[in-house]
Nanobody, 124 residues
Framework: VQLQASGGGLVQAGGSLRLSCAASGFSFDDYAIGWFRQAPGKEREGVSCISSSHGSTYYAASVKGRFTISSDNAKKTVHLQMNSLKPEDTAVYYC??????????????????WGKGTQVTVSS
């Protein structure tokens, strides 16, 4: 099983970044794929996820309207387009795969597979 994340970096406030997560080694269509983030001294929080089988999405309130998640099932890749970035978006972002999907919550202890993190830094 592999979740390969890419696309992190340094950007100024108001800018954009696109994260990608390439999945392999499991049945992609049976999972919800998404992103958590963890800032120093804070708990890991669910940012967004998408159900690979029916395309439903979840967004944390803090990113709704600014972030957009999409899935390319043929390539087994999920993208997170992050616009209007704020300094408080600074964190390590982790790609994750879960058999459980909910449109109202996204919690770490239901994740089946984790990818390595990618750093996103937003300067003010």
């Amino acid at each position: 099983v592999q979740l390969q994340a890419s696309g992190g970096g340094l950007v100024q406030a108001g800018g954009s970044l696109r994260l990608s997560c390439a999945a392999s080694g499991f049945s992609f269509d049976d999972y919800a794929i998404g992103w958590f983030r963890q800032a120093p001294g804070k708990e890991r929080e669910g940012v967004s996820c998408i159900s690979s089988s029916h395309g439903s999405t979840y967004y944390a309130a803090s990113v709704k309207g600014r972030f957009t998640i999409s899935s390319d099932n043929a390539k087994k890749t999920v993208h997170l387009q992050m616009n209007s970035l704020k300094p408080e978006d600074t964190a390590v972002y982790y790609c994750a795969a879960s058999r459980f999907y909910s449109p109202t919550s996204y919690i770490p202890h239901l994740v089946d597979y984790w990818g390595k993190g990618t750093q996103v830094t937003v300067s003010s």
